[in-house]
């Protein structure tokens, strides 16, 4: 937990960093996503726009934008079914620990126009390098492994690419629209923006925002990590309660 | 209607949960079964993580046997003596089904174990039920079964600790009663079922306790079960949604009683005929998901506490 909150913290300062001609501002729409009983998705917004440093020259484009967004990590495995004796059983399996529950990429063009492979690697835009970087190294398929997990996460909605999200509104300022699915882990989410110029990496800035299970649904989530035991004498009680109540009100 | 369930980190349909709650509660109440073995399978053909399945479902087989037995209960129908040795039994087997659960879900092979035992005891369930559901109903008077019994009736004899059960007026040895007590607490913990069709043929056939007090201190002996499962599941492995197992109780709850009314107008061996073709049907679909290759050889889950199930 610690180590996510050191790595979080990094990423968050990383802008101080980097001195260039252009800098950036960037915020996002909601900072606090609730997730209540009828939760099913919700829409953010981040913005911003390029600004120049002290004493430089006003900025120009033409700019692309790229906008990371990674969930809180767990850990997590992937396995193999193969035919085992004619039964098909789970024979491999790869640990991931610690990898995002939610992993988006928005870009204002199609990645590969946007900059070369190997900034997108270096600087851990594509989702294949999450899953290299994050597996535990014990087996020789982790890389086949990696894009295999990626892929199960694209196919619930929790990871994608989306190379036309970034619309610029001006030729410095521009917008893009996130898409929270309902099945989405709370905690703490963070937007890393990279502007990029011809290919070349000007500026990153980082942003934060928490989803929330709120009210009802984060009292039992928490109550049933919390507090197990009580939580299962209630969960317990409550059904004799309503097998009892049942039984009353019918009769039968 | 959506809702989103916490443990199950899913947004369902209500509708649908207290649908398929009450459908199956309709078929528990026309069969006289508590209806996990059913609603278990269902949840998970149904996109919800088989552990999840397993765990809440508890909820709904405990409701379900909670107002079966308070019926029972009225009209004397309940042989507590017996149902307290089965309930201390029954605990073993759930804290060594418990484990188990969560050791196979650590290793990965819970689903297969799931399968492989949802195919092996409803197969071999069905089988004995079809079969002699089909010779009731050819020969309506069965001649038959008493050979069958008397048979049975002298093994169990040769067994010692025997203690008498006033109520279900019997003399017997102990062992038998807390083998299936054990027996049954790991299967139901295990797979999540309640275990009636299979402790209910076990005390007629094995330890014929008469069909007055049967059903009775079977559903009894269901709810402490069950209620036990539920607790050591919330602490073991921490998936038991609440709102999953409320909503499939109530719509269980409704279901059962439109169930037992329509199964006054079939007989018995119709009864067991149709539940038993249930039960392979279930079954098979079991067994074809282990045979068959399947869509994605490839599968991820989350590993550890704190992370959505």
Do not use: C, E, M, N
């Given at each position: 937990m610690i180590r996510r909150f050191v790595l979080a913290a990094l990423i968050l300062l990383t802008p101080v960093a980097i001195v260039r001609a252009e800098g950036l501002v960037s915020t996002v729409s909601n900072p606090n996503v609730a997730i209540t009983s009828s939760f099913d998705g919700e829409t953010l917004s981040l913005f911003g726009n390029v600004e120049p440093d002290e004493g430089r020259s006003p900025v120009s484009g033409p700019y692309d934008v790229i906008i990371v967004v990674t969930g809180p990590s767990v850990d997590r495995v992937v396995r193999r079914k193969s035919n085992v004796l004619g039964l098909w059983v789970n024979t491999e399996q790869v640990e991931f620990n610690?990898?995002?529950?939610y992993y988006q990429v928005l870009a204002s063009n199609p990645l590969e126009k946007i900059t070369d492979h190997k900034t997108l690697v270096a600087e851990r835009i594509l989702p294949e390098v999450q899953a290299q970087i994050s597996?535990?190294?014990?087996?020789?398929?982790v890389e086949r492994f990696g894009a295999e997990l990626v892929r199960l996460m694209t196919d619930r909605g929790l990871f994608g690419i989306n190379d036309l999200a970034v619309r610029f509104l001006s030729p410095t300022a521009y917008a893009a629209q996130l898409t929270l699915p309902g099945d989405i882990s709370n905690g703490l989410f963070i937007s890393q923006t990279y502007l990029f110029k011809h290919g070349k990496l000007l500026a990153k800035r980082g942003d934060s925002f928490m989803v929330n299970k709120t009210g009802f649904e984060r009292f039992l989530f928490a109550s049933a990590h919390g507090q197990p035991l009580l939580y299962g004498v209630v969960c317990a009680l409550l059904a004799v309660a309503t097998g009892w109540l049942g039984g009353v009100i019918f009769r039968r | 209607m959506q809702i989103y369930l916490p443990i199950a980190a899913l947004s369902v349909n209500l509708f649908f949960l207290v649908g398929i709650g009450a459908a199956v509660g309709f078929l528990s109440g026309l069969f006289g079964v508590g209806g996990g073995f059913l609603l278990t399978p269902l949840l998970i053909f149904s996109g919800v993580p088989p552990s999840v399945a397993v765990a809440s479902v508890t909820g709904q087989v405990a409701a379900a046997s909670t107002s079966g037995a308070l019926s029972y209960w009225r009209r004397g129908g309940i042989d507590f003596h017996l149902a307290l040795y089965l309930i201390l039994s029954s605990l073993i087997g759930v804290l060594g089904g418990v484990a188990t659960f969560s050791a196979l879900r650590a290793a990965g092979q819970l689903d297969l174990v799931i399968s492989v035992g949802y195919l092996l005891v409803l197969g071999a369930v069905g089988i004995i039920m079809m079969n002699e559901a089909v010779r009731a109903m050819l020969?309506?008077?069965?001649?038959?079964l008493p050979e069958k019994l008397a048979s049975q009736h002298n093994w169990m004899h040769g067994l010692p600790l025997r203690i008498r059960f006033k109520r279900s007026k019997l003399y017997i040895s102990v062992l038998p009663v807390l083998a299936i007590g054990v027996v049954i607490g790991f299967l139901g913990s295990l797979l999540g079922i309640g275990g009636g069709f299979i402790v209910v043929p076990a005390l007629v056939?094995?330890?014929?306790?008469?069909?007055?007090?049967v059903v009775g201190t079977t559903l009894l002996q269901m709810v402490a079960m069950m209620a036990a499962t539920i607790i050591l599941q919330s602490v073991?492995?921490?998936?038991?949604?609440i709102l999953l197992a409320f909503c499939l109780m109530v719509g269980g709850t409704i279901g059962a009683q439109f169930g037992a009314s329509a199964g006054q107008y079939l007989r018995g061996e119709q009864l067991r005929f149709l539940l038993a073709a249930l039960v392979l049907a279930v079954a098979a679909r079991f067994g074809l998901s282990l045979v068959l290759p399947p869509t994605d050889p490839f599968s991820m889950t989350v590993i550890g506490p704190g992370g959505p199930l």
């Open positions: 610690p990898f995002p529950t597996a535990v190294p014990q087996s020789l398929h | 020969k309506r008077r069965a001649g038959v056939y094995l330890l014929r306790v008469p069909g007055s007090v073991q492995s921490q998936s038991v949604d």
